[in-house]
């Protein structure tokens, strides 16, 4: 099989991806426009793709509600599905580089345990405070639980295998202290903070934009640029270090960035689970392994598959709403069953 490949090369960075990326990105880029018109035009005030284009573009379109509905409703939380869903991809695309398994999911080995617990315990303990803390908090507590699991893998030096071993224990134990919190809260804390776990962008504002705007504006740069160190190793530690990869160096700053990727997503629209690993999985099927391709292109998948699962969630069994994070793992429960199924065959 042969590939055609771009490379992109200056002194600060180096790409080299297949030909078919841009392409595949530019189809992608349409595909999300399109699912966050419908997204925007669908509910109990439907609003017609042309008046949608128009309010976004700036043209009037003779009905002032238009505006109002899409920017204060429905824009933001579309919006925020979209950036959840790219956070939650490229985490999942990290991890199973780093573990070399295609099975690794923030969800699985525990990342969004630990961004879960944390975020719960300033929702249950301090319901007081500002809402952008929310991702700070989970942050520190996806990076905490990245760090449990790296030092307690770690047997002259760290083991793919163990990160996952280590990950599905230290989950279990973050989602017991979870339920051990939401049994002693406040009635309407626990009520909040149930919401929040079932993964859902219901009632998202403005306000949650751009306080998960900023890990995004950060983070996505940094995960491109360390693509092609993520390839090495995946190839493997021996290999790795053959081609002149600092690996543990390399491998800590990409846990640092999937973890804060993973722990900004989950602060912002709670435990949307399988985004990390049917995004990667679809990617591979359209332009391969090489993850100066793949990042990019799960990025957006994520984003659209959380996108229209928050369309279905709203749409399905209308007037009563189901949280996307509901319409996620319906899909991706099943489909892990049949990854897992398939790997056992080979």
């Known amino acids: 099989m042969s590939f055609d490949w771009l490379v992109i090369r200056s002194q600060v960075i180096s790409f080299r991806i297949d030909r078919r990326v841009p392409l595949i990105l530019l189809s992608l880029a349409v595909a999300i426009a399109l699912a966050m018109v419908i997204n925007l035009g669908r509910g109990e005030y439907p609003i017609s793709p042309l008046d949608i284009v128009k309010t976004v573009l700036g043209i009037d379109t003779g009905n002032p509600d238009h505006a109002f509905v899409i920017y204060n409703l429905r824009l933001p939380r579309t919006l925020v599905a979209f950036m959840v869903g790219v956070a939650l991809a490229i985490s999942g695309t990290i991890f199973q580089g780093l573990t070399r398994n ?61 990160l996952i071993l280590m990950g599905i224990g230290l989950s279990a134990i973050a989602t017991a202290f979870t339920n051990l919190m939401i049994t002693f809260g406040n009635i ?71 973890a804060s990727l993973a722990g900004a997503g989950v602060a912002t629209a709670g435990n949307i689970g399988f985004i990390g690993l049917i995004a990667p999985h679809l990617g591979r099927q359209l332009v391969g392994a090489n993850h100066e391709g793949l990042i990019p292109t799960s990025a957006l998948l994520g984003g659209v598959i959380v996108v229209m699962a928050d369309f279905l969630g ?33």
């Open 314 to 346: 709203r749409t399905l069994f209308a007037p009563i709403e189901l949280p996307c994070g509901v319409v996620t793992a319906a899909v991706g429960a099943p489909y892990f069953l049949y990854l897992l199924i398939r790997n056992r065959k080979k």
């Open 102 to 162: 295609p099975l690794a999911d923030p969800g699985i080995i525990g990342i969004n345990a630990g961004a879960g617990l944390a975020a719960v315990t300033v929702i249950i303990l301090f319901p007081s405070v500002p809402i952008y803390t929310l991702p700070f908090s989970a942050f520190a507590g996806a990076l905490l639980m990245a760090g449990l699991i790296y030092l307690l893998a770690w047997n002259k030096g760290s083991s793919p295998i163990l």
């Open 188 to 258: 309407y804390d626990v009520s909040n903070a149930l919401v929040w776990l079932a993964g859902s962008v219901y009632g998202r504002t403005s306000e949650q934009v751009f306080s998960l705007l900023p890990w995004l504006v950060i983070f996505v740069p940094l995960a491109l640029t360390l693509a092609r160190h993520l390839n090495a190793l995946n190839l493997g530690d021996d290999v790795a270090k053959s081609l002149g990869s600092r690996v543990e160096w390399q491998r800590g700053l990409l846990v640092l960035v999937g």
